[in-house]
């Protein structure tokens, strides 16, 4: 078993991670990063091929290094994220270890906790950052049928490319980006319908000549709290430069209301009648993936965290990093999650250093062992 009294996990070397690396290392602690993956770059290499970023490079960086290239104003493309976070990872000088998948945190007698993963290895740590991210647990809804359904499903998640699809009938679920992105992409392979419960909300991506991410910047919307994001964002939009609207307007798109069921090769549509449909992708988000977390209690029985802007509300010593609309509306990406980072290290060393001056008087007194 490793064991340091003044180390802390973090638990994932994505983009939440990393910056989690570099902020604690500038609050003078000792962070090990414990990544499942193959390489300290999160989940982008996942992700369908044709994604870019939703932001400008010039908006999309983290804390002490910029996105190179000539244009500012381009959307990095998913394999340049991923370029982008090993010379990240490369410029921390902090231990991470890849292949490494955290199984199991206990708490420990006294204090801190214990960190079991999937090598059998035990780690000791005075604290815990959890930034595991979500893209390895996708959210599927439960719909009647579904068990009796011979076609394919599958979420956004497992999606890479259009050709697989050539011909066939597909169904996107999803009113966000990602499901009109990959519904429009589809759409000149595979007769594709795009099915939501509510009609598609649309954001221009430029205002007055300027990319939204822009305004965003210089109203502060970026930094509003998640209270007030609650009251202004109640359904998910679309970024769009005016060319997923006219694909559905001109009917290049179709676009349904979210069918009711399930039948043995196909769906039942509101009016009530049936399509046959080869493959429906869902696009219907994530939820926070922290099922190593549940020997400590700390997670609500959707497996949310309790936590107050990323701190853990039930155990001290114990913060979160990345998780949507976690203190604002840009807390788990790119360019917000800089931010949140010092917010929950700087609360996680107050934690750390107060557990400590405890100890201490307890030793003192001859309460506790040293």
């Known amino acids: 078993m490793t064991t340091s009294s003044g180390l802390v996990v973090i638990v994932g070397g994505g983009q939440s991670g990393l910056v989690a690396a570099r902020a604690a290392l500038s609050a003078g602690l000792r962070p ?23 932001s400008p490079a010039r908006y999309s960086s983290l804390p002490g290094m910029a996105f190179d290239g000539a244009d500012p104003d381009r959307n990095p493309a998913r394999d340049e994220v991923v370029a982008y976070l090993r010379r990240y990872s490369g410029s921390i000088d902090a231990e991470i270890r890849t292949g490494t998948r955290v199984t199991a945190v206990h708490p420990r007698p006294g204090g801190g906790y214990l960190v079991q993963t999937d090598s059998g290895d035990e780690i000791a740590a005075a604290g815990i950052v959890a930034a595991s991210g979500s893209f390895s647990n996708p959210h599927l809804p439960v719909l009647p049928g579904r068990d009796t359904y011979a076609g394919e499903v599958r979420h956004v998640a497992h999606y890479r490319r259009p050709e697989p699809y050539a011909g066939k009938r597909v169904l996107v679920v999803g009113a966000g980006n990602s499901a009109i992105q990959v519904a429009y992409e589809l759409a000149p392979h595979a007769r594709v319908t795009l099915t939501t419960r509510a009609p598609i909300q649309f954001i221009p991506q430029r205002i007055r000549g300027r990319d939204l991410h822009h305004w965003l910047h210089v109203a502060g ?3 509003l709290p998640r209270a007030v994001l609650t009251r202004l964002v109640r359904h998910a939009a679309v970024l769009d430069t005016g060319v997923y609207r006219d694909a559905i307007a001109s009917g290049l798109l179709a676009r349904r209301e979210m069918f009711t069921a399930f039948t043995a090769d196909g769906v039942i549509w509101p009016d009530g009648t049936d399509q046959a449909v080869d493959t429906v992708i869902f696009a219907t988000g994530y939820r926070p993936n922290l099922g190593y977390l549940a020997a400590l209690g700390t997670l609500e029985r959707d497996g949310l965290p309790r936590h107050a802007g990323g701190v853990s509300t039930s155990h001290p010593g114990l913060v979160y990093l990345g998780l949507e609309f976690q203190r604002s509306f840009s807390s788990n990406t790119l360019r917000g999650v800089g931010r949140d980072a010092i917010h929950v290290v700087t609360a996680l060393t107050r934690a750390l250093h107060g557990g400590l001056r405890r100890r201490t008087r307890l030793t003192q007194r001859g309460s506790v062992r040293p």
């Open 221 to 223: 919307a970026d930094l």
């Open 32 to 54: 090990v990063v414990l990544e499942a993956g193959a390489a300290p770059v999160g989940s982008w290499p996942d992700y369908y091929d044709s994604l870019t970023l939703f």
